[in-house]
């Protein structure tokens, strides 16, 4: 990818709303007017977001439609390429996006897992590298037919938990 390129796939990737749109694009297409109603967004502005993803190759467009009053309608859906390009800002737009969803999820709903590892370098690399397969080695498999939705979120990152002092 040359320069321009990936300056162009890092600004689209930037958007915490962006990324909302290519998850609720990931499994079906979806329409701008659809999206907008799902993320309580203007449909003028969902559409400038919609156009950013079409444009980097992040969204496709599918075959038009016919809308409920015969209204032309273009569904879209990920591509897949957001998993295969670095994400600008390192991880935080995905936390952001992350704690946004959050928010439409009943506590009860919530299942978390929070762990402190202490790995050398070569321990580390072998932890990422095998949580990296299992994460791919699941999204390659596509999804179930009969599945329901769920989002994985899960975060290497170094603890601010400094060693007890020696005695």
């Given at each position: ?17 962006r ?26 502005t ?19 439609r ?21 994400l600008?800002r ?6 952001e996006v ?9 506590p009860?709903?919530l ?6 590892l ?41 603890d601010?938990?400094p ?5």
């Amino acid at each position: 990818m040359n320069d321009d390129r990936q300056q162009a796939a890092a600004r689209a990737l930037s958007s915490p709303l962006r990324l909302r749109v290519l998850r609720l694009c990931g499994f079906e297409a979806r329409t701008n007017k659809e999206l907008a109603e799902l993320l309580d967004v203007n449909p003028g502005t969902m559409l400038h977001h919609v156009r950013t993803l079409v444009r980097t190759g992040f969204l496709a467009p599918e075959e038009e439609r016919s809308g409920a009053k015969g209204a032309r309608e273009v569904p879209y859906r990920a591509t897949g390429l957001s998993w295969r390009t670095p994400l600008p800002r390192g991880s935080r737009v995905l936390v952001e996006v992350f704690l946004q969803q959050l928010e439409t999820v009943e506590p009860e709903d919530l299942k978390t897992t929070w762990m402190g590892l202490r790995l050398n370098d070569e321990h580390k690399e072998e932890f990422k590298n095998r949580m990296y397969e299992l994460l791919k080695e699941f999204k390659d498999r596509g999804p179930d037919p009969d599945g329901a939705p769920y989002s994985f979120f899960s975060a290497l990152h170094p603890d601010q938990n400094p060693p007890a002092p020696e005695h």
